[in-house]
């Protein structure tokens, strides 16, 4: 019996790192994005909310051509099955596409440093709504990971500058959904990922998230907003297919099948690792400087990964899930 544990406990402990990496390397192919974005911004003329419709929809199309290639039966049932479908377009719908808007219109009210601090409420906002139902305290090393989170992320975002943050009522009020909704994407998908797994649901989501996208930017062009039809060079058609497919696809298949493994509360506070991930991207391949507060923001989000990432599992218990999710894959 105490054999059967300890088997199971070294199988939770290499599936919890692999499940630690998956969400690191995603979050930090969000940086990646960042940088895409901010290239095609700076470079061509072209819209966020453009850039948001075809990124998702791009992604989701290519999630479901390798689902109809390597799984199609298990694409046909998800689809087939009425309340999956429902929940998914809630999930994508809702869920990964007000992430995206929600983010935008706060950057329109404040700015992109105002906008990333904000976002970092998702996190305790996964980590209380998590409490609630589970019935517990935060435990110490998650309120230690939380703040360490905001603090590094508000050094990258504002430099240090308290006069950087920019928060009119407005700003804010969307910044708390823009939180909300992180949590609820984070959160949401729980059962659906247990019972289909992580990537199709992810990838059925995006490309509903990303046929809203499309609705909202052509709703937009209907009322007299410009149809933003970018004319890219060589360069150009090559960021924004990375932004796609590397920054969007292998982003969020990575990050939310992290998630997945290693629970809400710890994949929310290794997504915060994003910030810093953008900043290097920017420094490396943009120019962009990289300052005295980066690198401490740098130091403290590393900080918050050891935290959050060291704390030993219960062996017995752990380890008795292990043995049983084992045995439960073979039958």
Not at 90 to 116: K, P, R
Request: hydrophobic share 55%; proline share 3%; net charge positive.
């Amino acid at each position: 019996m105490r054999e059967g544990i300890a088997e199971g406990a070294a199988v939770f402990r290499r599936r919890h790192l692999r499940g630690v990496l998956c969400a690191l390397t995603g979050a930090g192919l969000w940086g990646f994005s960042g940088a895409c974005a901010q290239f095609l911004l700076a470079n061509y003329d072209i819209t966020p909310s453009f850039i948001t419709a075809v990124r998702m929809l791009g992604a989701g199309a290519v999630f479901l051509l390798v689902l109809l290639v390597r799984n199609r039966a298990q694409l046909a049932a998800m689809l087939g099955d009425r309340r999956t479908l429902g929940q998914l377009a809630v999930f994508g719908g809702v869920g990964l596409f007000l992430c995206q808007i929600t983010y935008t219109i706060v950057i329109g009210y404040t700015n992109a440093g105002t906008a990333t601090v904000l976002q970092t409420t998702g996190i305790a906002f996964v980590m209380l709504f998590t409490c609630v139902l589970t019935r517990r305290m935060p435990r110490g090393r998650e309120v230690t990971g939380l703040a360490a989170a905001v603090i590094a992320t508000w050094l990258i975002a504002t430099q240090g500058d308290p006069s950087a943050l920019y928060l009119p009522l407005m700003g804010l009020a969307w910044g708390i959904a823009n939180g909300l909704s992180v949590a609820f994407y984070i959160m949401y998908p729980k059962k659906l990922f247990a019972r289909w797994g992580s990537f199709a649901v992810t990838g059925i989501g995006m490309f509903i998230g990303g046929i809203v996208a499309a609705a909202v930017y052509f709703s937009g062009v209907a009322l007299g907003e410009p149809l933003a039809l970018p004319a890219l060079d060589a360069a150009g058609a090559a960021v924004f297919a990375a932004f796609v497919l590397v920054g969007t696809f292998a982003a969020f298949a990575l990050y939310l099948h992290g998630v997945s493994v290693v629970g809400s509360v710890q994949g929310s506070l290794l997504g915060a690792v994003e910030p810093v991930s953008a900043t290097l991207f920017a420094t490396l391949w943009l120019g962009t400087a990289f300052t005295g507060a980066d690198l401490a923001g740098c130091a403290l989000m590393i900080a918050m990964i050891f935290l959050v990432t060291g704390e030993k599992p219960n062996v017995r218990q752990d380890g008795a899930q292990a043995v049983e999710e084992s045995h439960s894959a073979k039958s």
